[in-house]
């Protein structure tokens, strides 16, 4: 019993303290009428009402959520985090390492910084990187990708900086296969396709499960990105969840509405986990101890 | 089935030479072991056989075509690697599918073709198991079927016995030479026991430092080997070498004269198999220094005037006991000579006891 408390109490503690008491007190003021005064005047359940009732923004945010997640998923942090990986891994080490290298700038870069330079690509005007060739070099008409296709900018924003991360943890599983499998294919007259299909998947199932499971819960909740390049705009177009509920609480002041909508998205990222938990049988991927413990 | 050609075939990697110039040639159907001490460039030799690493210079032909720029892939080569390999998240009937998963086969066949070649290695049972829950040996023997099941024209093994215990090997270097036997595939097994070469092959491969010390059949490289290296390297217990320096027909040795049939002048290296050495009335004085029981025969160890001696007899018993004085007795055509700077056997020259040597009671 002692040994418990020794080994466990202060990852418990940390627990409790950075996870378990923000959620109550977001539990708490999500039932108060808690505004920009900090006053609490009643306990209530209109929060809830008013999101139930038709906050039309907040059905918009979840679709825009919904699109932004999968997009970027789908598109970047998994597939292209693979595709990285995997092309990386294939050429010689040196010229491997150098494009991985590369492909983590942007996260070392600070995040402002990283926002200015996409707003520098899709300026507007001849100026920006990005019609610097399409109307600079091609001669075809300024490309505003801000206001016509917003969407696809945060995704992209999002998704050169999120691939990084696949690709390393995709990297090092793909390293850690004896090269002799690879071999094996080989001599068994299996091509690159093949051996990427027969051999390399299924030994990196669990980093990819990982992956997705990981990166679905960081992008519900990030917005920095999205805050920093397109404040959520033009209109609402790219008003994710997250930054509004940022934007009801800290920017308009409605506090205690904040924390309800915060609070769903806890439920909305806990049933997401437990889903792709299910979905992915997780459970056999997390492999049984080989040592008992006590 | 295919004659497999080398000619000049050589593979470095930046300043480090694996393999150096080597020419070969194996006769369809012919069971070739390449023997040699660790990293001698036996793996990357196969290798390069199999397509997986391509020669640095030289040609290598199938049937009298050239391979170097064909892939891997369109070799049809099976191999069996030393860790074995097989796809961990398949099981074993997936892997031995796997390889005709490539091959045009007629519909139907592919199943029917992975359960012959199962009950070929005697895996049927275990078809649905995965690798991690097989033995060694059996998990040796689904690799074997995985290379087999194509029906390759070239069969590699690397060193596919060494995590074998020793009963296991030795009943799969019987199952092994009998299954090249019944298909005919022209095999080159890699290893670097001595006992299963010459046991299991036509013909042995010595190499040394990425080089071909010498080529022939078990009993050329054990009665007339090319060099010392490889009269050293086969036999067990080793040969006894003693050098010394010849004056034409005779070489001083230790203390001692040894007389010399065929000439040789300078330094020289007598060879003496611990199974050609035997105990008799006359001969070379010496005394027991040690007594090595190996099963079914003991090792002595001898003190003599010409140097330290290991000396074999059958029993399993010893006869004789520590300190006690022997003599020892050989026939000088069982004996090889080397020149002591080149280390290449001198053919014609052989050594024998100097008469004084013989006569002394
Ligand atoms: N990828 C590589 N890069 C550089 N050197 C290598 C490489 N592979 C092998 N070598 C070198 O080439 C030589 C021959 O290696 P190889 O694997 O063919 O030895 P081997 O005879 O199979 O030995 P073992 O019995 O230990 O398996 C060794 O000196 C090794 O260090
Ligand atoms: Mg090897």
């Excluded at chain 1, 505003?144 to 969407?151: A, G, L, R």
């Excluded at chain 2, 298909?183 to 190499?207: K, N, P, S, W, Y």
Aim: proline share 5%.
């Amino acid at each position: 019993m002692a040994n418990f408390a020794l080994f466990l109490g202060p990852a418990l503690v940390l627990l409790a303290l950075f996870f378990v008491f923000p959620v109550i007190v977001d539990i708490a003021i999500a039932f108060t009428d808690m505004g920009q005064t900090l006053q609490v005047k009643e306990f209530t359940t209109k929060n809830f009402e008013r999101m139930l009732g038709g906050d039309r923004r907040l059905s918009m945010a979840l679709g825009l959520t919904f699109i932004y997640v999968l997009g970027t998923l789908a598109i970047f942090n998994v597939t292209f985090g693979l595709v990285l990986a995997l092309t990386t891994t294939a050429i010689p080490d040196r010229v491997g390492s150098f494009f991985r290298a590369v492909w983590l700038l942007p996260r070392m870069s600070p995040s402002v910084v990283y926002a200015l330079l996409w707003a520098w690509v899709v300026d507007p005007t001849e100026r920006g990187l990005l019609n610097q060739f399409i109307n600079g070099a091609f001669g075809f008409e300024v490309y505003d990708m801000m206001n016509d296709h917003p969407m696809m900018l945060i995704i992209l924003a999002n998704g050169f900086i999120g691939a990084s991360m696949g690709m390393i943890i995709f990297t090092s599983a793909i390293r850690s296969i004896p090269e002799h499998l690879f071999f094996a294919a080989r001599a068994d007259g299996a091509g690159g396709l093949h051996i990427v299909w027969h051999v390399i998947l299924p030994a990196i199932r669990w980093p990819l499960s990982f992956i997705t499971v990981y990166q679905t819960l960081s992008l519900l909740v990030s917005f920095e990105y999205i805050w920093l390049i397109t404040n959520g705009g033009p209109f609402f177009d790219t008003t994710v969840y997250a930054l509004y509920v940022y934007q009801r609480a800290f920017e308009h002041g409605q506090y205690a509405y904040g924390a309800a909508l915060a609070l769903v998205l806890v439920v909305i990222g806990i049933a997401a986990a437990l889903l792709m938990w299910r979905f992915m049988d997780m459970k056999r991927l997390l492999q049984q101890p080989r040592i008992e413990v006590q | 089935m295919a004659r497999i050609e080398l000619d000049n075939i050589t593979k470095a990697w930046g300043d480090v030479v694996a393999v150096e110039p080597t020419d070969l040639t194996i006769d369809d159907g012919e069971f070739v072991a390449i023997l040699g001490p660790s990293g001698c460039g036996k793996s990357t030799t196969l290798f390069m056989l199999a397509g997986i690493y391509a020669p640095t210079g030289g040609e290598m032909k199938f049937d009298g075509h050239v391979v170097n720029e064909v892939e891997a892939k369109d070799r049809n080569v099976g191999i069996v690697f030393q860790s074995y390999a097989l796809y961990p998240h398949m099981t074993v009937r997936e892997n031995i599918l796997f390889p005709l998963k490539f091959k045009d086969i007629p519909a139907g066949r592919a199943p029917e073709m992975v359960e012959e070649t199962a009950r070929l290695v005697q895996v049927e049972e275990f078809l649905e198991r995965r690798p991690s829950q097989l033995s060694g040996g059996q998990q040796q023997r689904v690799a074997l079927a995985r290379a087999l099941v194509k029906s390759p024209q070239l069969l590699l093994l690397d060193e596919p016995l060494s995590n074998l215990d020793a009963t296991l090997r030795l009943s799969m270097r019987t199952e092994i030479r009998a299954l090249q036997r019944r298909t005919g595939v022209t095999t080159i097994l890699v290893t670097h026991d001595q006992i299963e070469a010459t046991t299991m092959a036509d013909r042995i491969i010595c190499m040394s430092r990425g080089r071909v010390e010498q080529i022939g059949a078990p009993e050329d490289l054990y009665r007339r080997p090319n060099s010392l290296f490889v009269a050293s390297f086969i036999g067990a217990p080793p040969i006894n070498t003693l050098s010394g320096n010849a004056t034409g027909n005779a070489v001083s040795l230790g203390d001692s004269v040894l007389a010399l049939l065929g000439e040789a002048r300078g330094v020289v290296t007598v060879g003496l198999r611990p199974e050609h050495l035997q105990f008799a009335d006359q001969g070379l004085p010496g005394r027991i220094d040690g007594i090595e029981p190996m099963g079914r025969e003991i090792l002595y160890l001898v003190k003599t005037p010409l140097g330290d001696l290991r000396v074999l007899e059958a029993g399993s018993v010893p006869r004789r006991s520590a300190e006690q004085e022997v003599r020892l007795h050989f026939a000088p055509e069982d004996t090889l000579v080397f020149d002591g700077a080149s280390e290449d056997r001198l053919p014609d020259v052989h050594a024998a006891l100097a008469e004084e040597t013989k006569k002394r009671a």
